[in-house]
């Protein structure tokens, strides 16, 4: 039931997470392979040396977010259930790195204020050491609490995002393998109906097929959260579609679940472009990728709570548009 590979990833964070900063790549070099792949949120991209992870990630979030502490929501273990994998287990922790932010990080200036990032990791475990993670994080929504606003305004809200109304995402035990069989087969569900639209029905009556009729939408900043079908429909589903052409989906890179939750991330997912509006943002005439990682909660034979990481840093990037560096023009509010 995982439970070494478990095991593996949470001494790592312990690790990680009480080394001084200087120390943060000796202290925790014993639990990563050495053909080690990262792939985090714009600017960081992929990496393939992990003492670069800690000097370009690692040690400058912990130099800025002080007395920093994970308080992870999500946590599980299961097989890569996508059928042209090697079926190699995937360990995945999601919630937020809390501290105090009390120094500039990548030009996001200091408040001396509790500061969330939130965040989801996938880590691949083979032969007792993480061999690959896929890093996502919500670097906007850093921005957002520090006063300062990248996007117009959003259709969703924008909050510090809970966790599992159910509070039992972290799985740290044993699971049921028949609960982890329902909860893949609910998001295979969902993605091979997303990707044939259904054009003889409305899109609440669509989405009814897949969710909850009180489901949640955790979505990045620049979208927001959303609540209910209809919600769902009307401040991210609608708009999404109506923003963009020429979808191509790429495929994912893993795709697993253990007990009621589950997930997935490619790189990229989709490949798309925007037609206007979608974001307040124009029409550029190019293609764009997009990462995501999506984390779910079932309920039933459905899907009650969506965990969204996009990176739209990177997206917007291959618009022409620097979000990092267009921040430095937004006033604080």
Known sequence: MFHSEKQLVRDYYQQLDTSLVDNIADSTATYIADDYLWRGYHPFNEQKDYSQVVALFWQPLRQSFKHMQRREDIF???KNRLPDSDG???VVSMGHLMGLLDEPWLGIPATGKMTFLRYCEFHKVANNKIVESA???DIPHVMMQAGLNPFP???GAQLVQPGPMTHNGLIYDESDPAEGDKTI???DFMVNDIGNWQNDMSLVD???RSWCEDMIWWGPTGIGATYTIERYAKQHSGPF???FKDRIFNGHICRMAEGEFGGFFGWPNLTLEPTGGFMGMPATGKPGDMRVIDIYRRQGDKLAENWIFIDFLHFWNQQGLDILQRMTDVPRT
């Open 135 to 137: 890093m996502f994080f």
């Open 241 to 243: 579609r109506a923003g």
């Open 88 to 90: 190699g287990v995937w």
């Open 185 to 187: 087969a609910a998001i």
């Open 206 to 208: 669509e989405l009814r």
């Open 76 to 78: 599980m273990a299961g």
């Open 153 to 155: 305004p959003m259709t």
